[in-house]
């Protein structure tokens, strides 16, 4: 990648100084969430959502389970979240198993309830190892579900990105067209899927650039402290898993809190060489737990700031 004078001055200094010291706050941070199934899950999503509110998010999403699985509960979340907080909320929204009748109504709906950001996404396949295929009346793919939305209101938009290439394309041609295309239909921002390399980034960051493509590329951090679960969520996506990070977590099972100190140490390690490379937004899949990702935003310098509203338990 292609260092600014700044740039490596910060970088110096990521290494002269401990590496976390003095960092100036300026990260803004934003985090994704996943809508509650039962009444102890939604107890602990709101602890969660009452633990990181103080940081001033830019924003958090809610994710939509595939085939619209999770559409009631998503749109609940979201809507309590716009409701009670003062934090701007996303939802996710997918192209899989719903007509643009469908997909354009949940949109209004979402409209009316306040919320202006949606995380517009093709959607995995309802069923683990099909196929991606469009409903035959229903939007192809998230550069036609972007232009869709845009036709219904003026939304603030977010796609998705794949550092390490999207799993259904063939090569990273493709993967840069498609990303081009979500941008030229409406969308603001890019969120990469999770990765643990931040070679990674930097180079994606960089081929999004030299193909003219002019849109925002937010990193997407997912703290580590389960590498079975990881290594499940990562088989999708085309992640790859350094084996380092086995390793790492070898002789941990039975202890979850050792486990959470190396999954924060690795992902904040992971956030300050970013940091130090110029990236100033981090975009937290929390797994609807707080504690990792709070620890992470405050070795970034991230600390509670403006007042936000009492959030009802």
């Given at each position: 990648m292609?260092?600014?004078?700044?740039?490596?001055e910060?970088?110096?200094?990521?290494?002269?100084?401990?590496?976390?010291?003095?960092?100036?706050?300026?990260?803004?941070?934003?985090?994704?969430?996943?809508?509650p199934k039962?009444?102890?899950?939604?107890?602990?999503?709101?602890?969660?959502?009452q633990?990181l509110?103080?940081?001033?998010?830019?924003?958090?999403?809610v994710?939509y389970?595939?085939?619209?699985?999770?559409?009631?509960?998503?749109?609940?979340?979201?809507a309590?979240?716009?409701?009670?907080?003062?934090?701007?909320?996303?939802?996710?929204?997918?192209?899989?198993?719903?007509?643009?009748?469908?997909?354009?109504?949940?949109?209004?709906?979402y409209?009316?309830?306040?919320?202006?950001h949606?995380?517009?996404?093709?959607?995995?396949p309802?069923?683990?190892g099909?196929?991606f295929?469009?409903?035959?009346?229903?939007?192809?793919?998230?550069a036609d579900?972007?232009?869709?939305?845009?036709?219904?209101?003026?939304?603030?938009i977010s796609?998705?990105?794949?550092?390490?290439?999207?799993?259904?394309?063939?090569d990273?041609?493709?993967?840069?067209?498609?990303l081009?295309?979500?941008?030229d239909?409406?969308?603001?921002?890019?969120?990469?899927?999770?990765?643990?390399?931040?070679?990674?980034?930097f180079?994606?960051?960089?081929?999004?650039?030299?193909?003219?493509?002019?849109?925002?590329?937010?990193?997407?951090?997912?703290p580590?402290?389960?590498?079975?679960?990881?290594?499940r969520?990562a088989a999708?996506?085309?992640?790859?898993?350094?084996?380092?990070?086995?390793?790492?977590?070898?002789?941990?099972d039975?202890?979850?809190?050792?486990?959470?100190?190396?999954?924060a140490?690795?992902?904040?390690?992971?956030?300050?060489?970013?940091?130090?490379?110029?990236?100033?937004?981090?975009?937290?899949?929390?797994?609807?737990?707080?504690?990792?990702?709070?620890?992470?935003?405050?070795?970034?310098?991230?600390?509670?700031?403006?007042?936000?509203?009492?959030?009802?338990?």
């Amino acid at each position: 990648m292609t260092f600014t004078l700044n740039q490596l001055e910060e970088a110096r200094r990521a290494l002269d100084t401990p590496l976390f010291a003095d960092l100036a706050g300026d990260a803004s941070i934003s985090f994704e969430f996943f809508p509650p199934k039962t009444e102890k899950m939604e107890e602990t999503l709101w602890s969660a959502i009452q633990t990181l509110a103080p940081l001033g998010p830019r924003f958090v999403s809610v994710t939509y389970g595939a085939g619209g699985s999770t559409r009631e509960r998503t749109h609940a979340t979201v809507a309590r979240i716009v409701r009670e907080t003062g934090i701007p909320a996303a939802a996710h929204l997918t192209c899989v198993d719903a007509s643009r009748a469908e997909i354009d109504e949940i949109a209004r709906e979402y409209w009316a309830a306040g919320v202006r950001h949606i995380v517009a996404l093709r959607g995995d396949p309802p069923r683990e190892g099909e196929a991606f295929t469009a409903h035959p009346e229903g939007y192809a793919n998230a550069a036609d579900l972007v232009a869709g939305l845009k036709r219904i209101a003026p939304f603030d938009i977010s796609v998705a990105a794949y550092p390490e290439c999207h799993p259904d394309k063939k090569d990273l041609v493709a993967d840069l067209d498609a990303l081009r295309a979500k941008k030229d239909a409406g969308a603001a921002r890019a969120i990469t899927q999770f990765f643990f390399s931040p070679e990674a980034f930097f180079r994606y960051r960089d081929q999004v650039a030299a193909a003219g493509i002019d849109i925002e590329i937010v990193p997407g951090i997912l703290p580590v402290s389960n590498v079975a679960q990881t290594r499940r969520f990562a088989a999708m996506c085309n992640a790859a898993i350094p084996a380092w990070m086995d390793r790492l977590f070898e002789g941990l099972d039975d202890h979850p809190a050792a486990r959470q100190l190396v999954a924060a140490t690795l992902a904040a390690e992971l956030c300050r060489r970013l940091y130090a490379g110029g990236v100033r937004h981090f975009h937290f899949y929390t797994l609807n737990r707080a504690e990792l990702s709070f620890a992470i935003c405050h070795l970034l310098g991230v600390r509670a700031g403006a007042a936000i509203k009492e959030i009802a338990a």
